[in-house]
């Protein structure tokens, strides 16, 4: 059985940043791709960066502040995320698949979802 758990989450000030990890159990993430969502209030969950065989991808909002990276000796992901602003806030997801890059941004291309992590960022 697939377990991913993110951790890292929290409350943190705008211009602050923040690392947030994803453990996985049960697969390697070196065998496809990982990525990470973000869902705000009332809002649908969004893409935010991928990672599969080396190669990135952001979002706009994403690119230039936060980073992904993968550690595949501990089998976890992180997404470090640099110069935090309140529309930042959000519930961080960790998903994990055997996707393809053309649908590396599609949320039900993944096959499986952490429990997600909450940051908020305060003015």
């Known amino acids: 059985q697939v377990q991913l758990v993110e951790s890292g989450g929290g409350l943190v000030q705008a211009g602050d940043s923040l690392r947030l990890s994803c453990a996985a159990s049960?697969?390697?993430?070196?065998?496809?791709?990982m990525a990470w969502f973000r869902q705000a209030p009332g809002k649908e969950r969004t893409f935010v960066a991928a990672l599969r065989r080396g190669n990135t991808r952001y979002a706009d909002f994403a690119k230039g502040r936060f980073i992904i990276s993968l550690d595949n000796a501990k089998n976890t992901g992180h997404l470090e995320m640099n110069s935090l602003k309140p529309e930042d806030t959000a519930v961080y997801y960790c998903?994990?698949?055997?996707?393809?890059?053309?649908?590396?941004?599609?949320?039900?291309?993944?096959?499986?979802w952490g429990q997600g992590t909450q940051v908020t960022v305060s003015a």
């Open positions: 049960g697969r390697t993430f070196s065998n496809g791709a």
């Open positions: 998903a994990a698949g055997n996707t393809i890059w053309g649908n590396i941004e599609i949320a039900a291309s993944y096959a499986y």
